[in-house]
């Protein structure tokens, strides 16, 4: 049967209007689907652009910076520096990295006891050290007439310690070059040391932290560890029964140094600044905890040296030099009273508000400044010890590696 007009015409109606549409379809998906494609093209490309540069972006996230050098380029960042004294003209030295090692003996000093010093500082400039002094009596000029003295680094506070003035001007990283760090006293007798060859002892035997022995004859002797053993290089542990049994490791039995002449490596002080009080300035206490900055176990890198030792003269030098001409007779006898003052018993720890506070010493003889400072020095023992016991109390994370080797 043939078709109608009228069906062939809704027949070609119906296919030109399937065609419509789907024509329309194929614009409207090359349309918004290319630009969808596009986006995505764009999206692909800029993932591939961050994964090519994240190890770049990554390496340098990574890289610790001195707080502060952020906006420097890395290059010209100096992080530390040292006590050097640099000429004025002449040659510039760029490979800093030839310059020789050296260490740094920091010295507490008065003028009263200058030929003591002198004779300290000589015996170590004479085996490359640097040397800094720490002037409490505010006197300086007066020591220019000695040869060394325009070549040591001079530092004048009134009426202050060495360890005040260690805090503020021996920072980890202001000494950081320096190999170790000698924090002595001004009263001791060095005619039996040699700088050099200690260095080399300490070295051999790992100490991080020491001191020379102390010859007995001549030393007011605090603590008997300190005594120098003439039959051996060094000690580290000190024997006396009732107290320092065998297996004793703790201060001040085994792991320690008296404060008057210690040695410290170069970690070793970088955790000793730490530890040091702004306010206690005489640090008595501190001697006893010294063994955490031993990099490792107190009992083997803290020792004393037997053969090169010095004496302690134990002459009571700060607080008297508020007068011109002290009897130093008197003040020997009253240091030979008070020699032994750190073998008395201690008492428990007070709070710090007990502390003794400073009295001028303009107002004061040299005998009641000196039991002033006595006073002061035990009132900030039992506050460093109310320290040291809050903050473990405090710090959730601390483990004590003493305790443990104890408890082992």
């Not at 614009?27 to 993932?47: E, R, T």
């Not at 605090?222 to 009732?242: E, K, L, Q, S």
């Not at 607080?319 to 008492?347: C, F, I, Q, R, V």
Request: proline share 3%; glycine share 6%.
């Amino acid at each position: 049967m043939k078709a109608t007009m009228f069906e062939v015409s809704r027949a070609s109606r119906a296919c030109l209007c399937s065609l419509v549409v789907a024509t329309a379809f194929i614009c409207y998906a090359y349309i918004f689907g290319g630009a969808w494609l596009g986006k995505d093209s764009y999206m692909v490309s800029k993932v591939l652009n961050q994964s090519r540069t994240r190890p770049h972006v990554d390496k340098c996230k990574d890289k610790c910076r001195p707080v502060g050098s952020e906006t420097l380029p890395r290059g010209i960042v100096s992080a530390t520096s040292n006590l050097e004294m640099i000429s004025l003209s002449g040659r510039v030295f760029d490979n800093e990295n030839s310059v020789k090692a050296k260490s740094l003996l920091a010295l507490a000093a008065g003028i009263k006891q200058k030929n003591l010093v002198n004779e300290i500082v000589r015996k170590f400039f004479d085996n490359d050290f640097v040397v800094m002094i720490f002037h409490y009596d505010g006197i300086v000029d007066r020591w220019r007439d000695l040869e060394w003295s325009d070549r040591a680094v001079h530092v004048s506070a009134m009426n202050q310690t060495k360890w005040w003035f260690a805090k503020r001007f021996l920072h980890p990283d202001l000494v950081a070059e320096y190999e170790y760090v000698f924090l002595w006293d001004e009263d001791l007798g060095v005619e039996n040391f040699r700088p050099g060859r200690y260095l080399s002892i300490i070295r051999e035997e790992g100490l991080e932290i020491s001191q020379p022995a102390l010859d007995p004859g001549k030393s007011k002797v605090h603590h008997r560890i300190t005594v120098r053993n003439r039959r051996i290089r060094v000690h580290r542990r000190y024997y006396r029964a009732g107290r320092c049994e065998g297996n004793s490791t703790a201060p001040p039995c085994a792991g320690w140094v008296e404060m008057m002449a210690p040695v410290f490596s170069r970690a070793a002080w970088r955790c000793t600044w730490h530890m040091i009080q702004n306010d206690l300035i005489h640090a008595w206490g501190l001697d006893m905890q010294l063994g955490y900055c031993a990099q490792g176990d107190r009992a083997v890198k803290v020792g004393i040296v037997d053969a090169e030792y010095i004496s302690h003269l134990g002459l009571p030098t700060l607080g008297t030099h508020n007068t011109m001409n002290p009897d130093l007779s008197s003040l020997s006898g009253l240091a030979k009273n008070s020699s032994n003052s750190k073998l008395e018993s201690k008492s428990e720890p007070e709070s710090e508000s007990s502390m003794v506070t400073s009295t001028s010493t303009s107002v004061l003889s040299d005998s009641d400044n000196r039991q002033a400072i006595r006073q002061r020095s035990y009132a900030e023992m039992r506050s460093f010890a109310n320290r040291w016991k809050r903050a473990v109390e405090e710090d959730a994370c601390w483990i004590d590696p003493f305790r443990q080797i104890e408890t082992e």
